[in-house]
């Protein structure tokens, strides 16, 4: 059974900090997502990463996949309140997609 | 509008009720998913269906329902619905599978008393 744990579960910063999550597997995937979801919502993709140690920029996020392609993690830069939310990793297998449990993030402004 | 619908949002049944939660996408994407959220358990994905007529079981798919004889729908079905089935359902569809990232619908909140 592929699982992934993601860490920290929860996180409370300060407008303006920087931040890390992380995701990690002892599976391969052969593709890692990242999600966020609000209070009262699905999930919204953020991003795919497919080939091990691809680097994506979406703004002030910054996603990476680990070279093996076990993990990833998530960099938000400067977080403002508006990035407070669920960050769910997901990876991919051949027909479906494993969640990891989310890392609860807190931006107080 | 195009997307992926969810109905009803919220529903309240009691033990041993039969209940439906119905999904419609509008994109004739070819999976779509059921998965329930709970706190401490996360997102676990309860059927799938890669087509319309083909359905497979997930990771918690016991008591629970399924059927796609549309593309367009796949609705879940609680048989008879037990405490804990109280959870909050999400729907997703994808074009061509996981590498393609799902789109989720607004979740259904089932309360079973």
């Known amino acids: 059974t592929q699982l992934l744990e993601q860490s920290p579960q929860f996180l409370s910063i300060q407008e303006g900090e920087n931040l890390t999550v992380y995701c990690n597997s002892s599976?391969?995937?052969?593709?890692l997502q990242w999600y966020r979801q609000e209070p009262g919502e699905g999930p919204v993709l953020l991003v795919t990463v497919v080939t091990g140690g691809e680097v994506k920029k979406l703004k002030r996020l910054t996603f990476q996949f680990g070279d093996a392609r076990k993990d990833s993690s998530l960099h938000i830069t400067a977080a403002q309140p508006g990035d407070t939310g669920l960050y769910l990793c997901a990876g991919g297998g051949s027909e479906k997609l494993v969640f990891g449990k989310g890392t609860k993030l807190t931006v107080n402004p | 509008d195009a997307g992926i619908t969810q109905s009803p949002r919220y529903k309240i049944t009691e033990t041993g009720r039969q209940v439906t939660l119905m999904c419609h996408q509008t994109?004739?994407?070819?999976?779509m998913f059921w998965y329930r959220q709970d706190l401490g358990h996360g997102l676990r994905l309860i059927y799938y269906?890669?087509?319309?007529?083909?359905?497979d079981k997930g990771e918690v798919p016991d008591g629970y329902v399924v059927s796609r004889s549309k593309t367009e729908n796949f609705p879940l079905t609680l048989e008879s619905a037990t405490r804990s089935q109280t959870s909050v359902y999400f729907c997703?569809?994808?074009?061509?599978?996981?590498?393609?990232?799902?789109?989720f619908g607004s979740g259904t909140r089932l309360t079973v008393v």
């Open positions: 994109w004739s994407h070819s999976y």
């Open positions: 997703a569809s994808s074009v061509s599978g996981p590498s393609a990232g799902y789109t």
């Open positions: 269906s890669a087509a319309a007529d083909i359905t």
């Open positions: 599976s391969v995937f052969s593709s």
